[in-house]
């Protein structure tokens, strides 16, 4: 399965640049967040161990252009393989 990924950041671990291709045919945003962070060197929390929503103080999610929030299953959603997540860290203002 490949999923495509956008972001306003580089993403850290990302081989294949814009996407990943998993062994799975099967795989929930939460558990994709999950092996996306575990590529990084150095881990990124997408998701608050329990959480049921990203917190969104930090991130925007979107898969095919649609927020996750939209979906029914939120983070469970099945990701397709050829879906495109798109991932965008929210800048922190203050000075």
Known sequence: MKIYIKSNFI???????GSVDLDR?????REF???LSMMSPTPIEYVEP??????PDDWEM???DV????FS?????????GDIVTIRIL????G
């Not at 993403?11 to 640049?17: F, R, T, Y």
């Not at 045919?25 to 945003?29: E, G, R």
């Not at 329990?50 to 917190?55: C, R």
């Open 11 to 17: 993403v850290p671990g990302l081989k294949n640049e």
């Open 73 to 81: 299953e939120g983070l469970e959603t099945f990701l397709k393989d």
């Open 91 to 94: 800048a922190l203002g203050g």
């Open 25 to 29: 045919a099967q795989v929930t945003l």
């Open 67 to 70: 927020p996750y929030q939209n």
């Open 33 to 35: 967040l999950n092996e």
């Open 50 to 55: 329990g959480a049921k929503t990203l917190n």
């Open 62 to 64: 979107e898969i095919n």
